[in-house]
């Protein structure tokens, strides 16, 4: 190459560095710009492959592999961990579920919640017709407390509603007084005791369990725990807010009763 050509090429190069520069600094015209781009285009790509190989020569795309495969493996670890997880959690369910004696009192199978319906008070559970799971079966949780009851059951999986629903209701009793009453769903994952006798003492703290007189649910499950007693002096009941032993957000599996074991 001859000293001329190779003065000329220094003088493109300065030049496109020029006008990038001026371009950076916003001073010179769209056109310009236009033009600067389209003359450093070149010498851009250039430099991109002349970096891509130097750190190619370096180890750079070894290493670029190296960190795809670290990642891949930490995403499986992570996928086996969570299942881990999902698995240290079943068990302690039917821990729960065994130490208050469950399994001896009732045919029973644990199942996902899939889906939760806020709006509506209601889960979907994996498992339906499948499992034996059919319309009108309790649920319930490993602490024994009430949960609701199956509505629609499909091949693989079922809807239940809560017993905060709003069509919800079921005979109750005051667990320290012995009192009966009704729990009433209110939607939004609330419960009223109500059709309480005015003659019938409670107070807040006490817990409300599932009756006998109901056929919905088997006898001293666990409803709620009052909040707020309601009383009027022209009603001959009295009513009180509840608060549901089942926490809707916090649940990721609950257990439908089959049958009784009597």
Same mark, same amino acid.
């Given at each position: $190459?001859?000293?001329?050509?190779?003065?000329?090429?220094?003088?493109?190069?300065?030049?496109?560095?020029?006008?990038?520069?001026?371009?950076?600094? !916003?001073?010179v015209s769209?056109?310009?710009?236009?033009?600067?781009?389209?003359?450093?285009? /070149? %010498?851009?790509?250039?430099?991109? #492959?002349?970096?891509?190989?130097i750190s190619?020569?370096?180890?750079?795309?070894?290493?670029?592999?190296?960190?795809?495969?670290?990642?891949?493996?930490?995403?499986? %670890?992570?996928?086996?961990?969570?299942?881990?997880? *999902?698995?240290?959690?079943?068990?302690?369910?039917?821990?729960?579920?065994?130490?208050?004696?469950?399994?001896?009192?009732?045919?029973?199978?644990?199942?996902?919640?899939?889906?939760k319906s806020?709006?509506?008070?209601?889960?979907?559970?994996?498992?339906?017709?499948?499992?034996?799971?059919?319309?009108?079966? @309790?649920?319930?949780?490993?602490?024994?407390?009430?949960?609701?009851?199956?509505?629609?059951?499909? @091949?693989?999986?079922?809807?239940?509603?809560?017993?905060?629903?709003?069509?919800?209701? %079921? *005979?109750?009793?005051?667990?320290?007084?012995?009192?009966?009453?009704?729990?009433?769903? #209110?939607?939004?994952?609330?419960?009223? %005791?109500?059709?309480? @006798?005015?003659?019938?003492?409670?107070?807040?703290?006490?817990?409300?369990?599932?009756? !006998?007189?109901?056929? $919905?649910? @088997?006898?001293?499950?666990?409803?709620?725990?009052?909040?707020?007693?309601?009383? &009027?002096?022209?009603? /001959?009941?009295?009513?009180?807010?509840?608060? /549901?032993?089942?926490?809707?957000? &916090?649940?990721?599996?609950?257990?439908?009763?089959? &049958?009784?074991?009597?």
């Amino acid at each position: $190459m001859s000293m001329r050509n190779l003065l000329s090429r220094k003088k493109v190069v300065v030049g496109a560095v020029v006008l990038l520069f001026l371009l950076s600094l !916003n001073l010179v015209s769209s056109q310009v710009r236009g033009l600067a781009i389209s003359l450093s285009s /070149p %010498l851009q790509a250039s430099l991109w #492959q002349a970096g891509n190989n130097i750190s190619t020569f370096f180890g750079g795309g070894s290493l670029r592999r190296q960190n795809e495969t670290l990642v891949q493996e930490n995403s499986t %670890l992570l996928a086996k961990l969570a299942a881990l997880q *999902d698995v240290e959690r079943e068990n302690k369910e039917l821990r729960g579920m065994l130490q208050l004696g469950l399994a001896e009192e009732f045919d029973m199978v644990m199942v996902e919640i899939i889906g939760k319906s806020l709006t509506q008070d209601s889960i979907v559970i994996r498992g339906g017709q499948n499992k034996g799971i059919q319309k009108g079966m @309790p649920v319930i949780t490993a602490g024994k407390a009430a949960v609701g009851r199956v509505v629609e059951s499909f @091949p693989t999986h079922a809807r239940v509603q809560l017993i905060s629903a709003k069509e919800s209701k %079921l *005979d109750a009793k005051i667990a320290e007084s012995q009192g009966t009453g009704v729990v009433r769903g #209110q939607g939004g994952q609330e419960l009223v %005791l109500d059709l309480v @006798p005015q003659e019938d003492e409670f107070r807040a703290g006490d817990v409300v369990l599932t009756s !006998n007189l109901g056929d $919905m649910f @088997p006898e001293n499950l666990l409803i709620g725990e009052v909040e707020e007693v309601l009383k &009027s002096g022209e009603n /001959p009941f009295q009513k009180a807010k509840l608060k /549901p032993f089942f926490n809707l957000k &916090s649940s990721e599996s609950v257990f439908v009763i089959i &049958s009784l074991n009597v």
